[in-house]
């Protein structure tokens, strides 16, 4: 903390605390600084390149962090620092589910030190239980794929009967937390026979998992059919926010499928109109992240989840001029209220080098988007941003250029998406 610091957080009004050293978190950290000039304080467990020695955030990392009594101890502790020494209001921001779930698990002790704006327990608990999201999904005549729930320890039949399928846990935190413990363990598994399906099921049987396993009938199509939208729901429940864009393409690697690296915007009001008045009958609050596939067989946008954060890829709302982040601070800090914005705009968010987006973008159609954003000089890569002059993150930036096409050229996840 330096005095230019302090002086900064108490011209914007607060200081925001992000949970999480990952790209979620720069990105957050990046649009804070972008609009007030402020210099965010990190929390998380360990170094990653995205954020370490950044000239930008402030860093603190904690092994335990992840842990409920220390979680609390920790964030306690901080505030009463930061109280005496910014003596402005803090704003806390999970950029992840595990904090997502500690913070909203622990909102009572918390709302005493932060300004915060996540689900209450409740409504939290049935968007991060897969099988729960499903069931209230269907219940608002919101479009799914069609999916299978498997109880861990119950007998096991397949009744998914067309190929590839998908597997996923109902409880992903619970699922991370015994990854070492479930043989040939992926985020996501694609799979083409009974039998691979019947093994996979095996190996988490055999496992400490006791969540349920989600089976989802595999919606045909590249990266380009997937779809994301994310929304700001103010602390009394209304949406001021929904942006939309399409995936131009995602990671390859089995561990990191889900995560975008490429986002072309987009603007379609009735799709836009169906999460807002979802997200608004189920009383939800906060940033949302959804994450959908357009099924070309009956023409619908299927949702696969939604995360009750803003995703890795949320920074493209601040490229179509709506930063997530300023709706978080103009509702918590300044108690200010937004009418309905169903964003619009053009741009192109990527955290993929273009020379992979130039290769590995193969559909005509959003190709010649992407070439077109990038020359008319609308496409931004977030973690690379003037302001932040690390020469040790930079240098840690231009390694992960080369080795992403390695681990493109590598990866098998593409293969037989079509």
């Known amino acids: 903390m330096t005095s230019h610091d302090v002086q900064a957080a108490q011209t914007a009004g607060f200081l925001p605390v992000i949970l999480g050293t990952n790209i979620h978190g720069y990105t957050h950290a990046r649009s804070f600084h972008e609009v007030y000039g402020v210099k965010p304080l990190m929390i998380g467990k360990i170094k990653l390149g995205f954020t370490w020695d950044s000239t930008i955030l402030a860093m603190d990392l904690h092994q335990d962090i992840t842990d409920d009594d220390a979680f609390l101890r920790i964030l306690t502790d901080k505030a009463r620092q930061l109280n005496a020494e910014y003596q402005v209001p803090l704003l806390l921001v999970p ?16 709302g005493q030190h932060y300004l915060m704006n996540t689900p209450d327990e409740p409504v939290r608990q049935k968007f991060m239980d897969k099988q729960r999201f499903y069931e209230l999904a269907a219940e608002h005549g919101v479009d799914i794929p069609e999916t299978q729930v498997h109880q861990v320890g119950e007998p096991f039949e397949l009744e998914v009967d067309r190929f590839p399928v998908i597997i996923k846990p ?3 935190n619970q699922w991370w937390m015994n990854q070492h ?9 694609r799979l083409t026979t009974a039998q691979e399906v019947a093994d996979v099921v095996a ?4 496992s400490d998992y006791r ?3 989600i089976i989802q009938e595999f919606i045909p199509g590249d990266d380009t059919n997937i779809w994301d939208s994310v929304l700001y729901v103010n602390t009394e429940g209304q949406c001021e926010l929904v942006t939309l864009g399409r995936v131009a393409l ?16 987009q603007y379609d009001e009735s799709l836009m109109l169906t999460y807002k008045n979802f997200l608004e009958a189920v009383g939800y609050t906060g940033v949302a992240n959804v994450d959908i596939k357009f099924d070309p067989r009956d023409r619908k946008y299927k949702v696969m989840e939604i995360n009750a954060r803003p995703g890795r890829s949320s920074y493209y709302t601040a490229l179509l001029g709506h930063p997530v982040m300023k709706y978080l601070v103009d509702d918590l800090v300044h108690g200010k209220r937004k009418e309905l914005t169903l964003a619009q705009g053009d741009a192109l968010f990527h955290v993929a080098p273009r020379y992979i987006l130039r290769k590995y973008v193969t559909n005509p159609e959003v190709r010649s988007e992407v070439n077109r954003l ?23 930036l231009a390694g992960r250029h080369f080795r992403q096409g390695k681990k493109y050229e590598a990866s098998t996840w593409r293969d037989g998406l079509s």
């Open 203 to 206: 190996a988490v049987e055999a």
């Open 181 to 189: 413990k479930i043989a040939g363990h992926q985020k996501v598994y």
């Open 211 to 213: 969540g349920a396993l």
């Open 170 to 172: 109902a409880n992903p």
């Open 250 to 265: 995602q990671e390859h690697e089995s561990h990191l499928v889900g995560s975008y690296t490429a986002i072309v915007s």
């Open 95 to 110: 950029s992840t589910d595990i904090y997502v779930e500690l913070v909203s698990r622990h909102r009572e002790v918390l």
């Open 374 to 396: 990038i020359k008319q000089g609308k496409a931004t890569n977030p973690l690379w941003y003037r302001a932040d002059r690390s020469p040790k993150r930079l240098a840690y």
